[in-house]
């Protein structure tokens, strides 16, 4: 079943001599449950892509539908519900909440709707990323990973349509970086979660099932473990 779509995506900055096209006519389909990996060098669009998709930015063109619903249309307070609702988002930096504890940041989505957890969900979530026991403790008295691991489950406890990593391992070591891919895997695969995973780095991208590559905003390919390679520029 088909999750995600892209038709006709395209970003422009600026105008006349500063004109700067990030993303042109940007074609693409993301089945549910999929672990795909966006990469490209610095410049290529990924993170503008990213952006668009998390609802953070609007294209210039184009549509984005996500699980059915076009977040090209909505309103700055629509999108901001539907990202919190239906799109995970992990960043290099972990974006917890420094003054409150572990568990109050994984639950923030929940609390700022006023919702009660599914707590056999909500069990099974910190269980599988290794971070039942350190719900009660602050942020800082987590190591780098674990914080990561903490930015995961926030980003999956509404269960979202979508999670989106924006270079997930970028501030951590190897040994951390390893621990992170492992869990952003068990989240694919026990949890179901489908994953947009945007990297510069080649061997992170090698952890996906799918590697879309970027160049100057258009894919240019298109590859899934098995051997099976679309060329998107080769088609235009």
Partial sequence: ?????????????????????????????????????????SGSGKSTL????????KSTEGKVIIGGTDISTLSRREAAIFRRRKVGLVYQF????????????????????????????????????????????????????????????RSLIYRPALLLADEPTGNLDQRNSREVMDMLKLSNRNLQQTILLITHDERIALEADRIITLEDGRIISDERKGGSVVLKAAQE
Avoid at 11 to 17: I, R
Avoid at 115 to 131: M, T
């Fill in 1 to 41: 079943m088909e999750i995600l779509r892209c038709e006709g995506l395209s970003k422009v900055y600026g105008s006349g001599d500063n004109r700067v096209e990030a993303l042109n006519q940007v074609d693409l389909s993301v089945e549910k449950g999929e672990f795909v990996a966006v990469i490209g060098a």
């Fill in 50 to 57: 990213l952006h668009i998709l998390g609802s953070v930015d």
């Fill in 94 to 153: 972990y974006n917890l909440i420094p003054t409150i504890t572990v568990r109050k940041n994984i639950l923030m989505p929940l609390l700022l709707d006023k919702r009660k957890p599914n707590q056999e969900y909500f069990d099974q979530v910190v269980n599988s990323l290794g971070i039942a026991d350190k719900l009660e403790a602050l942020p800082n008295q987590l190591s780098g990973g674990q914080q990561q691991r903490a930015a995961i489950a």
